[in-house]
């Protein structure tokens, strides 16, 4: 933990200083200016159009029952572009833009979820032999009740 806040509390401010310096003696002091300012603006605009249609469809899904978990990654990414936007600096700017783009998004979305089944396979492996452990029996209970043919049963183990 104390690695990421080093990272984002010291590196990325340096990151950023050193390419709007070198930015500013490209385009001048003036117009480096105008670029973070512009981008913040046009950031903010994107992030709240994009932010209300995930919103929309996060309530639609929910409508039809459905778990809208699309939607709600679609919606942390943008929360988080938002942020990145409305950071001053270039770098901070390009990884915002990056997340409001849906192709972007798609491609992180199945890269974080072939992550999470991989995780979670890996801990239904180490569970033991009956296959149950005290977190995943209640997850397992929640989609049990959406399934009309699953019989509920209590046990109790004997060691």
Do not use: W
């Amino acid at each position: 933990m104390f690695r990421i806040l080093f990272l984002l509390f010291i590196i990325i401010p340096i990151i950023e200083i050193a390419l709007l310096i070198q930015v500013s003696d490209v385009i001048g002091g003036f117009a480096t200016i105008a670029l973070v300012v512009l981008t913040a603006i046009v950031g903010a605009k994107m992030v709240k159009q994009q932010g209300m249609g995930a919103l929309q469809n996060v309530q639609v899904q929910m409508a039809q029952g459905q778990m809208p978990a699309k939607e709600l990654f679609t919606g942390i990414c943008v929360i988080i572009a938002g942020v990145l936007l409305l950071t001053p600096g270039i770098m901070t700017d390009v990884f915002g833009l990056l997340l409001l783009t849906p192709a972007i998004r798609n491609k992180l979305a199945a890269g974080l979820a072939s992550q999470a089944t991989v995780r979670m396979s890996a801990s239904m492996h180490q569970t033991g032999t009956s296959g149950f452990s005290q977190p995943h029996q209640s997850m397992h209970h929640e989609q049990d009740e959406n399934h009309p043919n699953t019989i509920d049963g209590e046990y109790e183990r004997k060691d």
